[in-house]
């Protein structure tokens, strides 16, 4: 048992009924409360309605009367009133919005504040092509939102801001929650959110016993957040819910002592804290080896532009090439992420596999042509969302007058006959300077910096 002091009230099991009144009430059963298998669509849009509610009407009062006013509160007093992007202005709360999926704000911060000096407006942003984007978020990862923000940015240009939740999700890259939290947070209207805080947050007042990550539980998710977030301080709301997840629910060890939910949060009622949210058995991770070709000449680097979409699209990365069929591995085999680790990869790149890698035929054209042949440097782990990518680089120096047989083989591998791992749609020798600035993924930026 946790040495917290605990309240009185007796613990309640949210999936068995319950007939004695609770002061906020809970969910009966959230397990029963199954969402529709389809929703209806909005006339003209892509982009669904709310559900009708599955979950019993008394208990939804219940909850509504206890949250908002105590997360008000407590957001006045303890949250968050500083961050740059906290001001009633669409564009800045949607700029932010973008830079935060999956990015911690501290990281944040800095970006924020370029991005902004630079592009202070989305006509800012519109009026420029993404090669001028690039550099400003490079190293943020997740480089789709810089291109689909770019994007965007051209419609709202052309069109003006969206005045809805649903009209901001038909913009690129602005899904459901974040539509909602533009909306509220940046023009004062009523935004349900759903972000990772939410989800953990709600996830452990109710004690709700399914994966927030699943589809199915998301959607019963939504339907109590839109009957919880009050109609009027929507934007005060969701900055509350995101606070509290950020400074007291946080994933490990919330500080339940100082939170405005503790008297009628069940998981802490409960005493079973870590065991919300619930968590579906670990992700599957797919393995995957490249070669990236170090292709120097003086001190200029020959690099490729990655074809959008793409997880690099529009940026300049080095050649990478996938380790050729015939090699006694198992490319595709999952690992359970938590036990990964470059043993578990199966393969130890830099002293194993060089052998392999000099069989590659683009290699090998490589090695003819060059006067200085680096085998293998360190190895680059890293890791995408589904894929664990281990990135062996390699040098070769090639003499000035070799550069455009260089590029001509790159060329012909990688754009005539598409047969990179990523595809290409330009080539340039560039200095790693140069390279750094035009804006590289930050992998990219390891492997040039590794000697
Ligand atoms: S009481 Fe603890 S577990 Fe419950 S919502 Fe608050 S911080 Fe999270």
Sequence with gaps: MSTIDKPTQKPRHLTQSDS?????????????AKPRSTEPKSAGSKFAKPASLPIDADLLSGLKTGIAPRLLAWQLAHGRHDLPWQVPEPYAVWVSEIMLQQTQVKTVLGYYE?????????QDLAKVSFDEVAPYWAGLGYYARARNLH?????????????????????????????????????????PIMDGNVKRVLSRWLAFDQDPKKAAAQKVLWQIAEQLTPKDNSGRYAQALMDLGSIICTRSKPRCTLCPLQADCQAYIEDKTDQFPIKSAPTKFKQRYSIALKITAGDQLLWLKAVSPGIWGELWCLPLID??????????????????????????????????????PLVQQLISLSSDVHK??????????????????????????????????????????????????????????????????KPMVSLIEST
């Design 323 to 360: 380790l050729p069929l015939g090699v006694p591995l198992e490319p595709q085999k999952s690992v359970p992420i938590a036990s990964l680790d470059q043993n578990e990869l199966g393969l130890d790149l830099a002293s194993d596999s060089s052998e392999a890698f000099e069989s590659h």
């Design 376 to 441: 293998p440097e360190q190895t680059l782990n890293h890791r995408l969302t589904h894929i664990a990518w281990q990135i062996q680089p390699m040098s070769f120096s090639l003499a000035p007058g070799q550069k455009d047989a260089a590029m001509r083989l790159l060329r012909t591998f990688f754009i005539y006959e598409e047969k990179g791992a990523l595809k290409f749609s330009e080539l340039m020798w560039m200095s790693a300077e140069q390279a750094i600035d035009s804006g590289l993924p």
């Design 114 to 122: 370029r991005f902004m000096q630079r592009f202070a407006t989305a």
């Design 151 to 191: 994007k965007a940015a051209k419609l709202v240009a052309e069109q003006g801001f969206p005045g809805t939740v649903a009209g901001w999700q038909e913009l690129p890259g602005i899904g459901r929650s974040t539509a909602g939290a533009i909306h509220a947070l940046g023009q004062g209207g009523y935004g």
């Design 20 to 32: 004695k009144p609770a002061p906020h009430p809970a969910p009966r059963s959230l397990a029963d």
